[in-house]
T-cell receptor, first 109, second 118 residues
Framework: EDQVTQSPEALRLQEGESSSLNCSYT??????LFWYRQDPGKGPEFLFTLYSAGEEKEKERLKATLTKKESFLHITAPKPEDSATYLC??????????FGTGTSLTVIP | GAVVSQHPSRVICKSGTSVKIECRSLDFQATTMFWYRQFPKQSLMLMAT?????????EQGVEKDKFLINHASLTLSTLTVTSAHPEDSSFYICSARDSMWGRFYGYTFGSGTRLTVV
């Protein structure tokens, strides 16, 4: 059964304290893995797409990496404005789309 | 990048009335669109998959007669909540699959619609 699991559910960081969010997946073939950011009352905002193991992508303080079983979203020296829920989603080869439950990140000044 | 426009962003309606939510792909053709519902502090729950020119596919437990989906063109899908009741109050989000010439680019989301039924 295809599954996506994110951890931790919630994370509180001090401003400048780097950390990583995890997305573990079990799918029968991966077409793409996606990271989104969602602010309260807003739709998910696209961050990254990763297609194959070993791939990495960066955007400002965020860096996403992918292995055959999981993806990490590394946050370097976070700022309060990075506070949001980060969602991971995967598309297997059958073109379905599975969301994880998200990680709620709070960055304290 | 791909943009999906969703309207309205907020709507308040009386119990028993119907509400229509629109989802448009602005700079790409979306043969497939998705409708989600999200409860507070929870992840998105897929309600239905909307394919242009054909009937929507609903997830188990979603009432197709209550949540009418129409995908009449390659850039527009609508969700109509019929005979709305307070328990239908929620945050509804659409997304579109961005693909062209057999290449898959990803999924883009609308900004969401906050529905409150009073």
């Amino acid at each position: 059964e295809d599954q996506v699991t994110q951890s931790p559910e919630a994370l509180r960081l001090q401003e400048g304290e780097s950390s990583s969010l995890n997305c573990s997946y079990t799918v029968s073939g991966l077409r793409g893995l996606f990271w989104y950011r969602q602010d309260p009352g807003k739709g998910p905002e696209f961050l990254f797409t990763l297609y194959s193991a070993g791939e990495e992508k960066e955007k400002e303080r965020l860096k996403a990496t992918l292995t055959k079983k999981e993806s990490f979203l590394h946050i370097t020296a976070p700022k309060p404005e990075d506070s949001a829920t980060y969602l991971c989603a995967v598309t297997p080869l059958d073109d379905q789309f599975y969301f994880g439950t998200g990680t709620s990140l709070t960055v304290i000044p | 990048g791909a943009v999906v426009s969703q309207h309205p962003s907020r709507v308040i309606c009386k119990s028993g009335t119907s509400v229509k939510i629109e989802c448009r792909s602005l700079d790409f053709q979306a043969t497939t669109m998705f409708w989600y519902r999200q409860f507070p502090k929870q992840s998105l729950m897929l309600m239905a998959t909307s394919n242009e020119g054909s009937k929507a596919t609903y997830e188990q437990g979603v009432e197709k007669d209550k949540f009418l989906i129409n995908h009449a063109s390659l850039t527009l899908s609508t969700l109509t909540v019929t005979s709305a009741h307070p328990e239908d109050s929620s945050f509804y989000i659409c997304s579109a699959r961005d693909s062209m010439w057999g290449r898959f680019y990803g999924y883009t989301f609308g900004s969401g619609t906050r529905l409150t039924v009073v």
